[in-house]
């Protein structure tokens, strides 16, 4: 799968099918010795806070938290 396919996928949380946002708008942090994903940085849902720059809030989902990608969605599990 290349990065362009995750774009469009919707991150929801399977304790409680909460969506948290789309792939195309998070960040990925990436530990630089090794290469590997760390997490995925989703901005909180508060956009007209964001537009405005007062907000920068991210939602911080670790990489070992994710339970499956399917072909619309990402399946992940926290609390």
């Known amino acids: 799968m ?4 995750l774009g469009q996928k919707e991150i929801v949380n399977l304790n409680n099918g909460g969506r948290l946002g789309m792939i195309i708008d998070s960040d990925l942090l990436i530990d630089e010795e090794t290469g590997k994903i760390i997490s995925l940085l989703v901005p909180e849902k508060r956009l007209g806070l964001r537009i405005l720059g007062l907000e920068s809030n991210d939602i911080e989902i670790p990489w070992n938290t994710i339970r499956k990608i ?4 990402i399946i992940i599990e926290i609390e």
């Open 2 to 5: 290349r990065l362009s396919e």
């Open 70 to 73: 399917g072909y619309d969605m």
